[in-house]
């Protein structure tokens, strides 16, 4: 299923490598990871973010390789990796023209690329990336190891969520056998966390609402909330999780303010589809993880949401 684009790659010399907005660890993972293996081949190959992404925790304990000093416009491959809409490439967008290649796997996939790789069976790019490097005949070294173990690691929840498989397990096997220090990462990723966050950790808890005798738990905020917090709304993603942590909660929902929209977040702990939830209102993703942007009054924005996840309970 790689031959089309191992064959863009082989054939390209100078590649930029693209992932969405706001991008989570395993749009920033799988983007390095990328970039090293290309290197490993002899490539030029550079990750082109937006401002602010490159001060991301999950930025900060990734190998980013040496630098190019390319610019896109130098490029003559293009590869948006853990972007399942052209719109979630922001701003960088209208430079993704060209030779071009897609690299996901969100189920709710627009195919936008003249190639596109899609694998909703995998719990995260990161893993598809790995399958990319094996088929390219790269060989792991253990900086590529530990930006694929990352990216991994992020979408799967620590390998807890219900996507992860037994060839992840597999997957992840042998990105620890390269000598990664897997036991750092974990601790890094999902167990310290600042004052910051744990302050607006406990005003979600204080601010959560139960609707429908409890099956759906919701939390929202402004972003007045993150000013006041003193905390980026990127660093605060694990809050995420807080309502569908809830006992008997079914879907979470997770509420923020972006100027006059909402970013609303979807979490479903087995028995909603929240990927068909998200898209009555234009957005998309995973069957247990899925988001939409709306433009509407907040409490209207609440009650179609809580309207629409009656109707599927």
């Known amino acids: 299923m790689f031959e089309q684009l191992t064959q863009q790659i082989k054939n390209a010399q100078r590649i930029a490598i693209f992932n969405h907005v706001n991008p989570d660890g395993d749009a ?3 983007a390095f990871g990328l970039k090293l293996v290309l290197n490993a081949m002899g490539k030029q190959a550079e990750v082109f973010l937006r401002d602010g992404d490159n001060s ?7 190998y980013k390789g040496e630098g190019t000093g390319l610019k896109v416009s130098d490029c003559d491959l293009k590869i948006a990796v853990d972007c399942a809409d052209i719109d979630r490439l922001g701003d960088l967008k209208d430079q993704f023209t060209g030779n071009t290649a897609a690299i996901d796997h969100h189920i709710t996939h627009k195919a936008f690329a003249d190639v596109t790789i899609v694998c909703p069976d ?5 893993e598809i990336i790995f399958d990319v490097a094996e088929a390219l005949g790269v060989k792991l070294t253990r900086e590529i190891a530990h930006n694929l173990y990352a990216a991994i690691m992020c979408d799967t929840g620590s390998f807890k969520y219900s996507s992860t498989t037994p060839k992840t397990h597999i997957v992840a096997a042998e990105l620890i056998k390269m000598g990664i220090d897997f036991a750092g990462l974990s601790k890094c990723l999902f ?3 600042s004052v910051e966050y744990l302050n607006m950790y406990k005003k979600g808890i204080d601010r959560l609402e139960l609707y429908l005798e409890g099956r759906v738990a919701m939390l929202y905020f402004s972003e007045q909330d993150f000013a006041e917090g003193k905390i980026r709304e990127a660093d605060a993603d694990g809050i995420v999780n807080l309502p569908n942590s809830i006992e008997g909660a079914e879907v979470g929902v997770y509420i923020r303010q972006r100027g006059e929209a909402f970013k609303v977040s979807l979490r479903s702990n087995g028995t909603v589809n929240v990927a068909d939830v998200a898209a009555l209102f234009g957005g998309g993703g995973h069957e247990m993880a899925s988001g939409f942007l709306i433009k509407k009054p907040l409490e209207t924005v609440k009650e179609e949401i809580i309207e629409e996840i009656k109707k599927v309970l």
């Open 191 to 193: 167990d310290t966390k």
């Open 28 to 30: 920033l993972g799988s």
């Open 56 to 62: 991301l925790k999950e930025y900060e304990v990734l």
């Open 122 to 126: 995998a719990p995260a790019t990161g």
